[in-house]
């Protein structure tokens, strides 16, 4: 929720009017934004590479020019320290540093890595190139003035080459590197609500967390993310390598505008050090998978999280609630999860409830009867801790001194419970302080997941400038209009835990604040926690799931919900969500209806709105219903799927929604698509995103495409193909790419019901008649998804056609320690794009090499001319889950 004490109804209203007066403030501003500190750069001497030429080690020192350098943003540190490693042949780390003392660094429990010691092992003098034949990354060291470059070695492309104007000041940091303007395609670099996917040039990345409406585009938000993924279209000189990506970190916590001008990117940083990774990838997959390999892997989420949850800021009481599960149950529509914002607490204290509207003798049975009928129940916390000496969670956190501080005592903020002090997630004594309240609170509402929010940290009141920490010689963008950076927030002079200030650690908040929760609800449930935080920083995939925020009930949003989705994915936080019908502002039929057909098929997917606009549960609208209905439905029986995905992302960083071009990569026309989108590499949902349409415009890349509706051949290209495809009011396209075998359940209301029920395959045969696909299987909420004490399945699928009217499926068990496998079975196996010159006379199908009984129908689709394209439906069929089976089919003509 936005930080206002505004009434709901005006911030409604004035919507348009704050959104177009912060573009034209913004527009104005553009023209004398603060440019780049002129810098005379530095030279490099006493360079040290080690003999197997992974590290180097190098000193510069400024330029000398007559008349002294620039002293625009402070002067200049007059030594730096280079340091250059091949930590892995996929990962390149460059670290520039103050040579005299130390400075402010993300610190080593947030995303640990190499010390100063690894640079410097084995080192001797000589040698400004580091390449070895097992990487495809080269880095260079340009001695007089320095740069650097890092290129390709495969193509030698040039991925990153900075220009020779190094600045470095104690508050300004600054950097360019050149891009190949017509060949690279950026994307990353959140969090903003951007109206394309694709990064455009001449914009400015503002990173500072910072509670906006996320209905604002080109804003700061609630995360900071430098990382970006460039995909360039073709290499250098020709040849092969077209559609290589490749990843660029720049860890810093500090706040920093980031300006891509299309042939350049230049950062503008105020303070730390310039500590970059870049990731070689080369494909987009390969880039996610290196670059979650360093900040951690995103945590695995509970099975039931991907089920459809509902929320409202403005839920009166407990009958309220009460009503809303029963509309869901007779209006037959899935719910998971429901949820409460601030209207349970009180007085908007966190772990207290409302004695009258929300007292603990009702909510308590409420969440015992979801409980019962398999649903889950979520609470939501914000970090401000009301100053109330009648308030318990108070008085415990002073008595253990929890507090951040400033101006030698605990920080004086207001948020909704009116003051408050902030909780340090910095000191280690917090996490503890936190967890004991959590579990405290439990012991009367036992929920099954928290909601973490407002913790950029937002405040209602503006700090006053304390010293130059709260007014720095640069400005950053902040919100468009370079606000103070302490503004409706904590102040920058801040103090935390070992004397680290709020103007170095104020990004990490929500991040800290996510890893504390994680841990609180592990360690009280012993189950996988689900965390939901709106703030986030570079690694907090590994203990939280995000939203999009506080967007608006427009088309516009409903847009903008795609590109946030795909740019989280690249940031390692593939459990991400939008409002759907939007938060603020009246939602109508239509648009609620269509939101739904896309929200269906988000990682996260829930209903949520704000108080004082109008009620948008799903079953109010009886046409909203039965697009729900469809489209859950859809999602409810693709939860297998979706749970293998949860599974990938764990361990190898990869998306659960992807971009086009992450699966195909050499089609140029894919580097611009952010209205239609991949679940995994199997799955296309082409959403409706504008009022009164009854068509959309899809692309297809390459391949055959079946509808998941009906398994008709949609449409079959070989090298790309634009579609309108219908697209009538109740229905969402979704479409499966030949070569896939997609994993179904039968449709249930609970994620509990439905994974009890029969397996379906889909076997959507390629071109050249083969098809895979994966399966992974436990319980959904031990701690560890894979690992020694958990018991899991992973099963891979191949289909083939082996010769003309013989198709064979196979199943082969990697791993085999979840006993419920054995007990669950695949029912039914659909084959598409079956090449049949004539519907079959007749089917014989073989269960390891047994001939069965089974239901087995057909069903040409095609052009007869080339000899139709059938779908067979084998049903009847009883191959357990958790054994290998191999299962063929012939058909008689």
């Not at 400075?103 to 080593?108: A, C, K």
């Not at 910095?426 to 036992?446: C, H, S």
């Not at 709105?609 to 549960?617: H, I, Q």
């Not at 439906?873 to 889950?881: A, N, R, T």
Request: charged share 20%.
């Amino acid at each position: 929720m936005m930080a206002t004490r505004a009434p709901p109804l005006l911030l409604c209203l004035c919507l348009c009017f704050a959104s177009c007066l912060i573009r034209s403030k913004s527009d104005e501003l553009q023209g004398r934004r603060q440019l780049a500190a002129a810098g005379n750069g530095y030279r490099a001497t006493a360079v040290m590479v080690d003999q197997e030429r992974r590290r180097l080690a190098a000193e510069l020192v400024p330029v000398t020019v007559a008349g002294g350098g620039s002293t625009v943003h402070g002067d200049d540190v007059q030594r730096l320290d280079v340091y250059a490693s091949l930590e892995t042949d996929s990962r390149l780390h460059v670290r520039i540093t103050d040579a005299d003392g130390p400075r402010w660094e993300v610190p080593q429990d947030v995303i640990p890595r190499p010390t100063r010691e690894f640079f410097l092992e084995g080192q001797r003098p000589g040698g400004r190139v580091l390449s070895t034949a097992s990487s495809d990354l080269t880095f260079t060291i340009h001695t007089s003035p320095f740069r650097f470059t890092v290129s390709r070695r495969s193509t030698r492309d040039v991925l990153f080459d900075t220009s020779s104007s190094l600045v470095f000041k104690d508050k300004y940091l600054e950097v360019t590197s050149s891009l190949p303007a017509d060949r690279a395609s950026l994307y990353g670099l959140g969090e903003h609500t951007k109206r394309t996917f694709r990064l455009q040039p001449n914009d400015t990345f503002t990173l500072w967390n910072y509670d906006n409406y996320a209905w604002n585009v080109d804003l700061n938000l609630y995360g900071s993310h430098p990382f970006y993924m460039d995909l360039r279209s073709a290499p250098p000189r020709g040849g092969a390598g077209a559609g290589a990506a490749h990843g660029v970190l720049l860890l810093n916590s500090n706040g920093m505008d980031v300006i891509y001008g299309g042939s350049y990117v230049t950062y503008k940083v105020i303070g730390g050090v310039l500590d970059f990774y870049f990731f070689a990838g080369p494909s987009p997959l390969a880039v996610v998978d290196q670059y979650t390999q360093l900040i951690g892997r995103p945590a695995p989420m509970p099975y039931w999280s991907f089920g459809f949850h509902q929320c409202r800021y403005g839920y009166k009481n407990v009958a309220d609630l009460e009503g809303v599960v029963v509309g869901y149950a007779k209006a037959r529509i899935p719910l998971e999860v429901m949820w409460t914002d601030i209207d349970y607490m009180d007085g908007y204290k966190d772990f207290t409830l409302d004695p009258v509207n929300f007292p603990a003798d009702r909510l308590r049975p409420f969440v015992d009867h979801l409980h019962r009928n398999d649903q889950k129940y979520v609470m939501i916390l914000d970090p401000g801790i009301n100053v109330n000496g009648t308030y318990g969670t108070f008085i415990r956190a002073m008595q253990q001194d929890v507090f951040v501080k400033w101006n030698g005592s605990n920080y004086l903020g207001v948020v909704w419970p009116g003051k408050v002090y902030f909780p340090d997630f910095l000191d280690p004594r917090v996490a503890e302080f936190w967890a004991r309240e959590i579990a405290a609170f439990r012991r009367t509402i036992p929920v099954d997941g928290l909601w973490i929010d407002m913790n950029e940290i937002s405040n209602f009141v503006d700090p006053p400038l304390l010293n130059a920490l709260d007014d720095p010689p640069y400005r950053i963008n902040n919100s468009g209009v370079q606000r103070p950076i302490s503004n409706k927030t904590m102040p920058a002079s801040a103090v935390h835990y070992g004397g680290v200030v709020e103007y170095n650690a104020h990004n990490l908040y929500g991040f800290l604040e996510a890893r504390a929760t994680h841990a609180a609800l592990l360690r009280d449930t012993g189950r996988r926690p689900f965390v939901l935080s709106r703030s986030t920083f570079v690694g907090s995939g590994r203990y939280t799931a995000h939203w999009s925020g506080d967007n608006a009930a427009t088309w516009d949003d409903l847009h903008y919900s795609i590109n946030t989705m795909l740019s989280f994915g690249l940031f390692g936080i593939p459990m991400i969500g939008a409002d759907i019908c939007g938060f603020l502002g009246d939602t109508t039929e239509e648009l609620c209806s269509r939101w739904i057909q896309l929200g269906a098929f988000y990682p996260f997917s829930r209903d949520h709105s704000a108080v004082g606009t109008v009620r948008r549960e799903l079953y109010l609208w009886e046409s909203v219903a039965r697009s729900a209905r469809k489209a859950l439905g859809l999602r409810y029986r693709l939860l297998p799927y979706m749970y293998t995905l949860m599974y990938e992302a764990h361990t190898t960083g990869a998306p659960i929604a992807r971009p086009l071009f992450f699966s195909y990569p050499h089609d140029v026309e894919t580097y611009g698509v952010d209205r239609q989108f991949l679940l995994g590499r199997g799955v296309l949902v082409s959403p409706v995103l504008e009022p009164g349409a009854t068509t959309v415009d899809a692309y297809f890349p390459d391949g055959r495409w079946f509808s998941l509706y009906d398994f008709s051949l949609a449409v079959a290209t070989k090298t790309g193909k634009r579609v309108t495809l219908p697209a009538p009011a109740d229905t969402v396209n979704v479409h499966v790419a030949g070569g896939s075998i997609i994993p179904l359940q039968q449709y249930a209301l609970t994620t509990l019901r439905a994974r009890q029920t029969e397996f379906h395959l889909l076997v959507a045969l390629s071109d050249d008649g083969t098809a895979s696909g994966d399966l992974f299987l436990d319980d959904g909420e031990s701690p560890e998804m894979v690992g020694a004490r958990s018991k899991w399945n992973l099963i891979k699928f191949s289909g083939a056609t082996e010769s003309r009217g013989v198709v064979r499926v196979r199943s082969h068990v990697v791993h085999n320690s979840y006993a419920p496998s054995r007990t669950l079975h695949v029912g039914k196996v659909v084959l598409m794009g079956l090449q049949s010159p004539a519907p079959p006379k007749g089917f014989a199908v073989y269960a390891n090499g047994v001939k069965v009984n089974s239901s087995t129908t057909f069903a040409a689709a095609g052009n007869p001319k080339n000899g139709a394209l059938g779908v067979a439906h084998v049903g009847g069929l009883s191959l357990v889950v958790g054994q290998e089976f191999d299962l063929k089919v012939v058909m008689t003509y």
